[in-house]
């Protein structure tokens, strides 16, 4: 197992944001992607943005160009920028990483969006 550590979330009105940071504390080995999935109410879990070493980026059509994904290589850590913030955000956030081809899992951070 790896912890992640994920900060950021909480609840904001339409239109504004919010920003979440997720650490792999205790990884010993090279991180191939990091990122965020997310799942609301009755849904299924759903890539938010993931964000590879050497800085590429894949992303939902529903984030582009509201959501910015970033990583510290150095920390281990990623960022995700979330703006314009819809209610269909809401959801409970969680961060992975990809440690050859095995996925690690955060415990999820609630983010709502709620007038």
């Known amino acids: 197992q790896v912890p992640l550590v994920e900060s950021g979330g909480g609840s904001v009105q339409p239109g504004g944001s919010l920003s979440l940071s997720c650490t792999a504390s205790?990884?010993?080995?090279?991180?191939?992607?990091m990122g965020w999935y997310r799942q609301a109410t009755g849904k299924g879990r759903e890539l938010v943005a993931g964000i590879t070493t050497d800085g590429n980026i894949h992303s939902a059509d529903s984030v582009k160009g509201r959501f910015t994904i970033s990583r510290d290589n150095a920390k281990n850590t990623v960022y995700l920028q979330m703006n314009s913030l819809t209610p269909e955000d809401t959801a409970i956030y969680y961060c992975y990483i990809d440690i050859y081809g095995e996925y690690y899992w955060g415990e999820g951070t609630l983010v709502t969006v709620s007038p």
């Open positions: 205790e990884s010993r080995f090279s991180i191939n992607s």
